[in-house]
């Protein structure tokens, strides 16, 4: 069993940056990806970003591309999602979990975090 826990959201102009920190405890399996999931309201619950166990390989979804940075520190536990160049389609609710594949479907993703909000503001 693994737990995780999202910290670092919060409320940012357009053009900010924030940095996400997703918390694990629990278990000591290996998944095969950590990943970035998040979700707006009245919309599906989006992968914007992946990474595999020995950090060396990350994917990112088209619309953060190039302004989010996902980095993982196994001896800390923690992953976290730099956030740059934020813009209000950004806001969303933000997702850290675990997956046994490295892919952004959620399907593939077994452990969850309750998410923290982001929020951009014009």
């Known amino acids: 069993q693994v737990h995780l826990e999202e910290s670092g959201g919060g409320s940012v102009q357009s053009g900010g940056s924030l940095r996400l920190s997703c918390a694990a405890s629990?278990?000591?399996?290996?998944?095969?990806?950590l990943g970035w999931f998040r979700q707006a309201p009245g919309k599906e619950r989006e992968g914007i970003a992946c990474?595999?166990?020995?950090?060396?390989?990350?994917y990112y979804s088209g619309p953060v591309k190039g302004r989010f940075t996902i980095s993982r520190d196994n001896a800390k536990n923690t992953l976290y999602l730099q956030m740059n160049m934020l813009k209000p389609e950004d806001t969303a609710m933000y997702f850290c979990?675990?997956?046994?594949?490295?892919?952004?479907?959620?399907?593939?993703?077994?452990?969850w975090g309750q998410g923290t909000q982001v929020t951009v503001s014009s």
């Open positions: 990474i595999n166990w020995s950090g060396a390989d990350t």
């Open positions: 979990a675990a997956g046994r594949l490295f892919t952004l479907n959620e399907r593939h993703y077994n452990y």
């Open positions: 629990g278990s000591t399996d290996r998944p095969y990806c």
